[in-house]
């Protein structure tokens, strides 16, 4: 293994990329999903079966990992990877997002910013050096610039404002990232849903020379017809010999056409946080468990998955599970959908590579249209 952060663009078909992430810890696939770790769990998961999905890479979060158990305490005890038991890469966001989302007091300037605890309320300071600073304590191998991301819909104004705030601080965090040899540093492009500012914020950051670029402030509220006009304005602009990672997107049919834009990375809580609520994700569109129909339907999921959660329980137990709030529902749902999750990325790399991608994202997308109705 390479003990150099290295990405490979393998083929191409129109926008949609085939390749791979090389690094010290392991080879990630791309176009690539990764399972979300926030607390260093993917919830309702062990980590070894997740690995046996297909994943190649999960995500840890910096606000909640700096909260509990604490950046330095997870150091002592030998870093996020050696704690959790995943020795395969782990890529880290720099808190901003949830910074936004969860504190429920927050005070930004030049700085970074200053946040009320969700959990007790106490307070703290994140700097963008900080930011760098907690990831690196936490191990990562891939870490993110501190931004600031604006909820959609926003007045431009404040978009700019926010945009020009995290070029700043994007420049800040590669001067603490420094030198890392086998790890990495993403930018990330803001600007709401403007497109001059998102193309300004690309361009500001290619001049970077990054090792990869994320697309944020995304899935916050806009229409996937706005994400994608987003995405197509600003992916050009890109430089194409390094990753792509749009934050926090989504839907199978949200991953779906941003490949076709030219994505190469994805993460998401919905296969877990849906699972955790009783809808599944098959190749037959979505199947919201808790529905009466199958109460008495003794099929599987899917019975052609690889997956035995999938693949070796009936519906009717799935339903009955999950109707009674037993813990083991949400844990083989969120199964399910990990798995479907890594299948889909697994179909569009092997249509990628054989030249076909156009013909298999028409193929899935007629058969969720179809959906899990006709499969009685």
């Known amino acids: 293994m390479t003990e150099n952060f290295q990405f490979i663009l393998k083929k191409t078909e129109g926008r949609a990329r085939l390749g791979e992430i090389t690094m010290p810890r392991?080879?990630?696939?791309?176009?690539?999903?990764?399972?979300?770790g926030t607390v260093g769990t993917v919830k309702a998961m062990y980590l070894d079966q997740v690995r046996d999905t297909g994943a190649d890479i999960i995500l840890g979060n910096t606000y909640h990992l700096m909260l509990r158990p604490g950046a330095e305490r997870v150091a002592r005890l030998g870093g996020l990877h050696e704690l959790i038991r995943w020795p395969h890469p782990i890529l880290t966001d720099s808190g901003g997002f949830q910074v936004m989302s969860l504190s429920g007091l927050r005070k930004l300037d030049e700085q970074g910013v200053t946040f009320k605890s969700h959990i007790d309320g106490s307070l703290h300071h994140m700097s963008p050096e900080r930011s760098i600073e907690i990831q690196g304590l936490l191990g990562s191998d891939i870490q993110m610039q501190l931004d600031e991301c604006v909820a959609l819909p926003s007045e431009p104004k404040e978009i700019e404002r926010a945009m020009e705030m995290s070029l700043r601080w994007a420049e800040r965090c590669r001067v603490a990232f420094g030198t890392q040899p086998g790890k990495?540093?993403?930018?990330?492009?803001?600007?709401?849903?403007?497109?001059?500012?998102?193309?300004?914020?690309?361009?500001?950051?290619k001049d970077l020379d990054l090792k990869g670029y994320s697309i944020g402030g995304l899935a916050v509220g806009e229409p996937q017809d706005v994400m994608l006009q987003m995405?197509?304005?600003?992916?050009?602009?890109?430089?194409?010999?390094?990753?792509?990672?749009?934050m926090g997107?989504?839907?199978?049919?949200d991953m779906l056409k941003s490949v076709a834009e030219g994505i190469d990375m994805f993460d998401c809580v919905m296969p877990t946080r849906s699972g955790?609520?009783?809808?599944?994700?098959?190749r037959r569109g979505k199947v919201n468990i808790r529905n009466a129909r199958?109460?008495?339907?003794?099929r599987p999921l899917d019975e052609e998955s690889d997956c035995p959660a999938a693949r070796d329980y009936s519906r009717a137990y799935l339903h009955h599970l999950v109707r009674s709030n037993e813990a083991l529902g949400g844990m083989l749902l969120s199964w399910n959908n990990l798995s479907y999750y890594q299948d889909l990325m697994k179909g569009i790399r092997k249509a990628l590579d054989e030249g076909?991608?156009?013909?298999?994202?028409?193929?899935?997308?007629d058969m969720w249209a179809r959906g899990d109705i006709e499969a009685r």
């Open 26 to 36: 392991g080879t990630i696939r791309t176009p690539a999903f990764m399972p979300v």
């Open 184 to 205: 990495a540093m993403f930018g990330i492009v803001q600007g709401g849903d403007i497109p001059k500012l998102r193309i300004r914020s690309a361009e500001a950051l």
């Open 249 to 253: 997107v989504g839907t199978p049919d």
């Open 276 to 282: 955790r609520h009783g809808l599944a994700f098959t």
């Open 294 to 298: 199958h109460a008495e339907d003794m």
């Open 231 to 246: 995405l197509n304005v600003t992916l050009p602009v890109l430089p194409a010999e390094k990753p792509r990672y749009l």
């Open 356 to 365: 076909r991608f156009a013909d298999f994202m028409a193929e899935t997308q």
